[in-house]
């Protein structure tokens, strides 16, 4: 009785480890979020805050430094400034999309794909 109490409890927690790795993070962006993350691209290559902010022509400096300063502050962007509170702080800074958050945001720009997706696994014929 022991032995398949045990196997029981074994089952189970591969099952919870599999949940968590397979489990995706819902992640929710503003308009402003997700310009910057396509300027950017998803590839996690970087990019000069030169031309980021060339690129972001036609974003208010406020609303780019706050939209900025969240994907930042939220661990999906990566810059090699600590403070990038000004217009030369994001010029003089280097950006790229975490590579570990890449699938999520790429899931949560364009969410359409993403259902798409989920359907043609749901499709088992056993």
Known sequence: MRM????DKRTRQRAI???????RREINLSGGEI???KTMGLSGAPIYGK?????V???EHAEFLDELNGLISLGYVLSDKVNVRTMEDVERAVFRVNPSYAR???DAITPGRRREQERSRRRRRG
């Open 104 to 106: 999520d945001l790429r």
């Open 17 to 23: 480890r599999c949940e968590k790795l397979s489990m």
């Open 51 to 55: 031309l980021l902010v060339e690129r």
């Open 57 to 59: 022509g036609e974003m």
């Open 4 to 7: 398949s109490v045990w196997r």
């Open 35 to 37: 310009t910057l993350l």
